[in-house]
């Protein structure tokens, strides 16, 4: 079996402990590689090697920095399809998914940034000719990027790309359930001959290889899990380094008896269901105004029941595998539960088992639940799959009051043809990014981030870059002309 390796100082290494762990591909649920176990003594190597880069890394021109980010994303574009069969072949998403949204997406990344460093300007303050304050940007220094296994390149490269155009060495790791892009990532890296050590790629588990990147880089980005964001800031407030954590959503999809009646039933089964449901920003609470509840209901389980759960590889595949075994009964247990407290299933709720190879893969139905509460913990907590709840709202004031009451805040989406009416209540929602209209229709400069248990700070655009970079005033005394 193939072995994936570490990525430090420009090399491909082992790990220093020679050890491995299994990685599966979910639609045959058969292991295809191997992946290092990491240690401390991993993460050591990398950080050093980072921190000796960031002598030259650190202090280079702006044009230098974004010659390599542009190589690099030209090096993607490339490999597109290379990369977009391994993303498949190692999450379980639709090929087609990753060919025409993760892969062109990390390019994406890497070429806004190397662009924005560019045009990134300062402030000055003047005092009245006295003295003059200006303010400067500088990189931190070891940057430490940690990823989650949905989007596995795309929220790798998302954080990579402005940690280095802002001039910091990284040491990443990518989630040890999907490892396999980093790998591939990192070859392209030598092919091209990006600068040694400027990133550096850890593979492993997230309580060691995670924690101990956490605790010896010099700043952190963490997307994941709310449950491991808490851990994760816990560790980095010891020594008051700057973190950013992008974590879980439950995130309310509303649509009002005025709404475009298509439109917001293809938005919102599109917002469950795309790759399979394992989006954050997915909405998996339909909250449906009364006088359209049954007609909006029936159209959204028949358009649910139609989507094609299928061999990833087929064009034709709405839903491919779910990404690991045990993240498949988790959503299964999930739904039972539901069902033990009073829960409908009106689409769904059951394994697909594919024939062939496939039949050992991870694949299950988009699933609709019904006659649900939103203080049931399938309204509260995050499923993070193919799993959505349809319920319905009397008026303004309760569907709010439903909205927020969760203990996330990432993002919703609102369906209504009243304008007014949809920022009004765009204003009260509790959460980072809103929708009116439309569903994950995203600009790389918008401030991206959650609320409450979805996150600390906003990425994106001069959000990232102000994040990767510390802040510094320059004052100056201008004596005075004494001949005057
Ligand atoms: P996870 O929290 O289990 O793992 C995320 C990463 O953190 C992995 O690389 C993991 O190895 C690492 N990790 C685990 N323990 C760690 C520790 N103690 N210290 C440091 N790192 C550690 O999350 P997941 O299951 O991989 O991803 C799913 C979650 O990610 C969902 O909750 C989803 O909503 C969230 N997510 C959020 C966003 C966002 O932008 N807000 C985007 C994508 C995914």
């Given at each position: 079996?193939?072995?994936?390796?570490n990525y430090i100082g420009g090399k491909?290494v082992?790990?220093?402990?020679?050890?491995?762990?299994?990685?599966?591909?979910?639609?045959?649920?058969?292991?295809?590689?191997?992946?290092?176990?990491?240690?401390?003594?991993d993460v050591s190597a990398a950080i050093n090697c980072a921190k000796r880069s960031f002598e030259n890394w650190g202090s280079s021109t702006r044009e230098y920095r974004y010659g390599w980010l542009?190589k690099l994303?030209?090096?993607?574009?490339?490999?597109?399809?290379?990369?977009?069969?391994?993303?498949?072949?190692?999450?379980?998403?639709?090929?087609?998914?990753?060919?025409?949204?993760?892969?062109?997406?990390?390019?994406?990344?890497?070429?806004?940034f190397a662009?924005?460093i560019l045009?990134l300007?300062?402030?000055?303050?003047?005092?009245?000719?006295?003295?003059?304050?200006?303010?400067i940007k500088q990189p931190i220094g070891v940057a430490g990027c940690?990823?989650?296994?949905?989007?596995?390149?795309?929220?790798?490269?998302?954080k990579i790309a402005p940690a280095l155009a802002a001039g910091n060495t990284v040491v990443a790791?990518?989630?040890?359930?999907?490892?396999?892009?980093?790998?591939?990532?990192s070859?392209?890296c030598i092919?091209i001959g990006f600068p040694e050590g400027v990133i550096n790629i850890v593979?492993?588990?997230?309580?060691?290889?995670?924690?101990s990147i956490?605790k010896n880089c010099d700043v952190v980005s963490?997307?994941?899990?709310?449950?491991?964001?808490?851990?994760?800031?816990?560790?980095?407030?010891?020594d008051?380094k700057k973190?950013?954590?992008?974590?879980?959503?439950?995130?309310?999809?509303?649509?009002?008896?005025?709404?475009?009646?298509?439109?917001?039933?293809?938005?919102?089964?599109?917002?469950?269901?795309?790759?399979?449901?394992?989006?954050?920003?997915?909405?998996?609470?339909?909250?449906?105004?009364?006088?359209?509840?049954?007609?909006?209901?029936?159209?959204?389980?028949?358009?649910?029941?139609?989507?094609?759960?299928?061999?990833?590889?087929?064009?034709?595949?709405?839903?491919?595998?779910?990404?690991?075994?045990?993240?498949?009964?988790?959503?299964?247990?999930?739904?039972?539960?539901?069902?033990?407290?009073?829960?409908?299933?009106?689409?769904?709720?059951?394994?697909?088992?594919?024939?062939?190879?496939?039949?050992?893969?991870?694949?299950?139905?988009?699933?609709?639940?019904?006659?649900?509460?939103?203080?049931?913990?399938?309204?509260?907590?995050?499923?993070?799959?193919?799993?959505?709840?349809?319920?319905?709202?009397?008026?303004?004031?309760?569907?709010?009051?439903?909205?927020?009451?969760?203990?996330?805040?990432?993002?919703?989406?609102?369906?209504?043809?009243?304008?007014?009416?949809?920022?009004?209540?765009?204003?009260?929602?509790?959460?980072?990014?809103?929708?009116?209209?439309?569903?994950?229709?995203?600009?790389?400069?918008?401030?991206?981030?959650?609320?409450?248990?979805?996150?600390?700070?906003?990425?994106?655009?001069?959000?990232?870059l102000?994040f990767f970079t510390e802040t510094k005033?320059v004052?100056?005394?201008?004596?005075?002309?004494?001949?005057?």
């Open positions: 079996m193939e072995k994936i390796c491909l082992n790990p220093v402990d020679g050890k491995y762990m299994d990685n599966y591909c979910p639609s045959n649920g058969k292991p295809y590689s191997l992946v290092p176990v990491g240690s401390e003594d542009m994303a030209d090096a993607i574009d490339k490999n597109l399809e290379k990369l977009a069969l391994a993303e498949s072949l190692d999450n379980g998403k639709p090929e087609w998914l990753a060919k025409k949204i993760d892969i062109p997406r990390c390019a994406a990344n890497l070429r806004f662009t924005a045009h300007d300062s402030k000055s303050h003047n005092m009245d000719g006295e003295a003059m304050n200006y303010t940690i990823s989650p296994w949905n989007l596995p390149l795309y929220l790798l490269t998302w790791k990518p989630s040890e359930i999907t490892p396999y892009t980093a790998y591939l990532f070859e392209i092919d593979h492993g588990q997230g309580d060691i290889v995670g924690a956490v963490f997307t994941g899990g709310t449950d491991t964001g808490r851990l994760v800031a816990a560790n980095a407030a010891h008051f973190c950013s954590l992008e974590l879980g959503g439950k995130n309310p999809t509303i649509v009002f008896g005025d709404a475009d009646f298509d439109l917001s039933v293809k938005n919102s089964v599109k917002s469950a269901f795309l790759n399979q449901g394992q989006i954050c920003l997915c909405g998996s609470r339909v909250f449906v105004e009364e006088s359209i509840y049954d007609s909006f209901k029936k159209s959204f389980i028949k358009e649910a029941k139609m989507l094609k759960v299928g061999c990833p590889k087929e064009v034709s595949t709405n839903l491919g595998a779910i990404v690991s075994e045990k993240h498949l009964n988790s959503i299964f247990s999930k739904i039972e539960n539901a069902i033990k407290n009073g829960a409908i299933v009106a689409a769904g709720g059951k394994k697909v088992v594919l024939p062939g190879d496939l039949s050992s893969g991870y694949f299950m139905e988009p699933t609709v639940l019904l006659n649900t509460k939103n203080t049931d913990s399938i309204n509260q907590e995050e499923v993070f799959g193919p799993v959505v709840t349809i319920m319905p709202f009397k008026n303004e004031k309760d569907l709010i009051k439903m909205c927020n009451d969760v203990k996330y805040g990432l993002s919703a989406s609102i369906f209504s043809q009243n304008i007014s009416k949809a920022n009004r209540v765009a204003a009260k929602i509790n959460a980072g990014v809103v929708w009116i209209n439309t569903w994950l229709l995203r600009d790389l400069r918008i401030p991206f981030g959650g609320m409450k248990g979805s996150g600390l700070g906003r990425e994106g655009g001069y959000y990232s102000d005033n004052c100056f005394k201008i004596e005075k002309d004494d001949n005057k």
